[in-house]
């Protein structure tokens, strides 16, 4: 698995990546350099790279940047490849983006203009990182959760389900990458169902519950 990003939640999507063993490779805007420790410290199926390498070597990538940096992102190696975005749009940090102020994209959308070629699912952008890391079950648990994802390849949807499924989680789908905005920031679906953020262990949510928070947004 490739990471362009690394930040709170990338990083705990590699770890427990690691956990199901999977090999990943990280990267981030300051060079693989700076990621020595968090590398050595998620252990041997851990490596850092460019960015560029991260999305060349992975047969799935995540990215988790700011959508300002979206114009910075490398298409050419991502072409073909299932990707992962688990970004949210916050105008406070990435200054106004006039097509997602009116609505008429989502930030999976504007990510798709710059990265064309890939097959995109929007996953792991409506989970509070602390909890995501926390809430982790084996398959069967009568107490695993569920997390939403939306995107436009079938196929795409199913290598994405496959591995939530393989880090503790399972999948509702959300529909189309039109109707992402339904687990965008703010919405019912965003955080809230796994709790408040000042509990670190949050709490399990099942099917029912985020498919009812997924209805119940407007925009």
């Not at 997602?100 to 203009?113: A, G, H, I, V, Y």
């Not at 679906?189 to 399990?204: A, I, M, Q």
Request: proline letters at 7%; one cysteine or more.
């Amino acid at each position: 698995m490739g990471f362009i990003g690394s930040g709170n939640i990338g990083s705990t999507i590699a770890r427990l990546a690691i956990e199901a063993g999977h090999q990943v490779v990280l990267s981030n805007s300051r060079g693989p350099e700076t990621l020595a420790d968090t590398a050595a410290e998620l252990g041997p199926r851990a490596s850092a790279a460019t960015s560029r390498e991260a999305a060349a070597a992975g047969d799935l990538v995540v990215v988790t940047v700011p959508v300002k940096a979206f114009p910075s992102l490398a298409a050419a190696p991502l072409a073909g490849k299932t990707v992962i975005d688990t970004c949210n749009y916050g105008p406070e940090r990435d200054g106004h983006i006039p097509e997602l102020d009116s609505k008429s994209l989502t930030s999976s959308e504007l990510l798709l203009r710059y990265i064309p070629d890939a097959m995109l699912v929007k996953a792991f952008n409506n989970i509070f990182f602390k909890h995501l890391l926390s809430l982790a079950r084996p398959a069967g648990a009568a107490d695993r959760s569920y997390l939403p994802i939306a995107g436009d390849s079938a196929s795409a949807k199913e290598t994405v389900n496959e591995f939530i499924e393989s880090i503790g989680y399972s999948v509702a789908d959300a529909g189309p990458l039109a109707d992402s905005w339904r687990q965008a920031t703010g919405t019912p679906v965003w955080g809230t169902p796994y709790g408040p953020f000042s509990n670190d262990k949050g709490r399990p949510v099942g099917e029912d519950a985020i498919r009812a928070a997924l209805a119940t947004a407007t925009r």
